[in-house]
T-cell receptor
Framework: QKEVEQNSGPLSVPEGAIASLNCTYSDRGSQSFFWYRQYSGKSPELIMFIYSNGDKEDGRFTAQLNKASQYVSLLIRDSQPSDSATYLCAVKGFGNEKLTFGTGTRLTIIP | GAVVSQHPSWVICKSGTSVKIECRSLDFQATTMFWYRQFPKQSLMLMATSNEGSKATYEQGVEKDKFLINHASLTLSTLTVTSAHPEDSSFYIC?????????FGPGTRLLVL
């Protein structure tokens, strides 16, 4: 049984600070790692994906992957109130295999 | 990124009726689509995997005769909720794979009275 663990939060971060979201996964065979953002009442939208160990940056977002520790994180720099949402971590094996989602971390940016 | 659409965005129906929800991949072909359901303040729950030209694979506990899935083309999958009851009221979201990345549709909110 593949598992993806996230702290459910809520995580409160002051506006302008760095928000750090963490995720661990159980299946060492996982190949692809994704972060989705879901606003209340909306469907998830893809923020970033990462396949290789290390950091991947896209604007204010940085995804970090450590396969040895089975750990993936998402950093949000210069947090804005519009970043307040639930962030879902998801992992996948090969090909078109379905994603395994964590339960999500609710992030609140405090103005 | 790839675009997935759903129709309708919301629907209200009477108990006992059937409701069909369409999921389309607009700018890519999707051999695999997924259907999720989400109740308020709860996590996404995968209902089934829809494969073009073959039968859908349902997750444990999901009634295949109640939630009919048809994936007749590479850009369209449909979910029909048959004989809907109030407990079927939920947010139904489809998802499709493009370049090994999963993209979600905007969701369909179903209210069964």
């Amino acid at each position: 049984q593949k598992e993806v663990e996230q702290n459910s939060g809520p995580l409160s971060v002051p506006e302008g600070a760095i928000a750090s979201l963490n995720c661990t996964y159980s299946d060492r065979g996982s190949q692809s790692f994704f972060w989705y953002r879901q606003y209340s009442g909306k469907s998830p939208e893809l923020i970033m994906f990462i396949y290789s160990n290390g950091d991947k940056e896209d604007g204010r977002f940085t995804a970090q992957l450590n396969k040895a520790s089975q750990y993936v994180s998402l950093l949000i720099r210069d947090s804005q109130p519009s970043d307040s949402a639930t962030y879902l971590c998801a992992v996948k094996g090969f090909g078109n295999e379905k994603l395994t989602f964590g339960t999500g971390t609710r992030l609140t940016i405090i103005p | 990124g790839a675009v997935v659409s759903q129709h309708p965005s919301w629907v209200i129906c009477k108990s006992g009726t059937s409701v069909k929800i369409e999921c389309r991949s607009l700018d890519f072909q999707a051999t695999t689509m997924f259907w999720y359901r989400q109740f308020p303040k709860q996590s996404l729950m995968l209902m089934a995997t829809s494969n073009e030209g073959s039968k859908a694979t349902y997750e444990q506990g999901v009634e295949k005769d109640k939630f009919l899935i048809n994936h007749a083309s590479l850009t369209l999958s449909t979910l029909t909720v048959t004989s809907a009851h109030p407990e079927d009221s939920s947010f139904y979201i489809c998802s499709a794979i493009s370049v090994q990345t999963q993209y979600f549709g905007p969701g369909t909110r179903l209210l069964v009275l």
